[in-house]
């Protein structure tokens, strides 16, 4: 008897590190779910506010009357109001917004910066670098309020973030055309993320390959560089234009 009991009890001492286990992994994922539904939470508020006081505390009025500027062949650094910082190709980039009114766009921006961030953040820790759930949850957490205020007045620098987010982890992947694309665009963008672009092309490997194609994609690349203005003439506004048509009477500019 006393060793068929001796028998019986190693299976349930095996039986208790699994549940542990199990619990552990159920706070992890709780933990987790917590940030992201704090995180989209802020963003559903900031995207709130936006559509309930558009412009107050915002500089996106500013992108969006660059864009309307564009589309009508105006001085896209006059627009009155705050001053645009950007290249001609950001105005560009900026018009569609101008095809809606202007409270939509503000939500509509302030959902994209919301959204593209946690993504890429979520790639490059988890599928690049193996952060656990935990790890991930924690990053989401310090991330956030340094988030906000770019957010609730919905600057551009998330989306300079994201681009540097994206061509690192295309570079230790040795995607190097994604990289050169990201970087080129970003320092188009603002001129400051050349350092980081730079830095890439010193510490990863490749370097002069690196080099060559982060500035031929920034000097011949038909959507950044020297070729923007060509691109954006010929492809972007022709479209924004028949768009605009389409819709009759229903664009103002306001």
Known sequence: MLDGRARARPPSCTKTPAKWHNVRSRKTSGLLLAALSLWFLCVIVV???????????SVFPAYRNAGIAWLHQEQIYETGGSAFLYSPLVAALYSP???????????????LLGLALPLSLW??????????????????????????SNLNNGQANIILIVLLLAATG?????????CA??????????????????????????KRSAVCLLFRSYFRSPLTG????VAGSCILRPIAVAAMNTTGNGVTFT
């Open 181 to 206: 694309f990201c970087a080129s665009l970003a320092v188009y963008w603002k001129i400051y993320p050349v350092v980081f672009a730079l830095l890439l092309a010193t510490i990863f490997p490749n």
């Open 226 to 229: 020297c070729g923007s203005m």
């Open 170 to 178: 295309a570079v230790l992947q040795s995607h190097w055309w994604t």
């Open 47 to 57: 995207c709130v506010r936006s559509y309930q006081h558009p412009g107050l505390h």
């Open 97 to 111: 917004f101008a095809l809606i009114s202007q409270n939509v766009s503000e939500v509509l921006w302030r959902l």
């Open 123 to 148: 790639f490059n820790a988890r599928a690049l670098f193996g952060f656990s759930q935990k790890e991930l949850a924690c990053l989401l957490l310090l991330i956030l309020p340094l988030t906000l």
